[in-house]
């Protein structure tokens, strides 16, 4: 009698094994990862040094990787890159920090009772889609040109987005948990605070670490009321003057700070959810 072959270990077909790029739902081995990201990275860079090196577009409106390099060492030569970055660190961590503490308890709420989904989701959807800038004109004649305008327009940009993905969030807590919650003679804030809140730690986390991204594209029109400084507004001087190579200059330490953001978020939801991962 012919002896019956073990089963395979790994639960990947063939086909995915020999190609891991094509893996489906699958993790691929650590090389090919930092393989693509270095792809990723590289390959724009590249491309962009090529087209300034040809002459085929002038520097006036795409200025070469070095001339950028030189722009952001004489905007830190002259303190002018540190404190913009730093007014506009503190206006979106400002706007979207007041975003998530009003959000986070309302989106809970929504989630759990479809009561409270019923009273506020019709009316947070329709300012979802009002867009921030928009709002503008007003908080200059409500809160006047100084810092509170350009935190609102932040908070605004963020706070209902945060608030119907949260809810989101919460709607899907397994019936299961909530039921048992009940049965060992939980009450509805205990189900709410030991439940659900911890169940959704994680989609909240990953929800900010989404929405973080529109504070900052916002922190660019928000830094135009009136702004003396930020990176918003030294991309706006640099355009008055065709300073092409500091708004290149502006755009990378956008790029890198999100890139930080990103990553800190990633490690965080890491760090102190690691049971969610598995």
Known sequence: MTPTPPASSSPLPTLDRDRPFWRLAEDIPLALTWKLMAISTFTPLLLWWLLSASNWISDKFLPSPID???????????????????????????????????????????????????????????????????????????LGIDEAPKIALIFIGTVFFNTLMIMDAGKFVPKALIETAYTLGGSRWQILSQVIWPYIIPNVLDIFRVNMAASWN?????????ASEGLGKRI???????NTDEIFACLIVLG???????????????????????
């Open 68 to 142: 950028v390099v030189q722009a952001l060492i004489t905007l830190w030569d002259r303190g002018l890159l540190l404190q913009d970055t730093q007014a506009s660190i503190v206006r979106v961590t400002l706007g979207f920090l007041l975003a998530a503490i009003v959000a986070t308890p309302i989106g809970i709420l929504m989630g759990a009772f479809a009561s409270i989904r019923a009273l506020l989701e019709p009316a947070i959807g329709i300012l979802r889609y009002m867009p921030a800038p928009a709002f503008v004109p007003l908080l200059i004649i409500y």
């Open 218 to 226: 916002l922190v660019v029109v928000a830094e135009l009321i009136a």
């Open 236 to 242: 706006e001087l640099a355009r008055k003057f065709l």
């Open 256 to 278: 890198l700070i999100g890139f930080v953001i990103d990553l800190s978020f990633r490690i965080l939801i890491r760090k102190t959810c690691a049971w969610s991962l598995e």
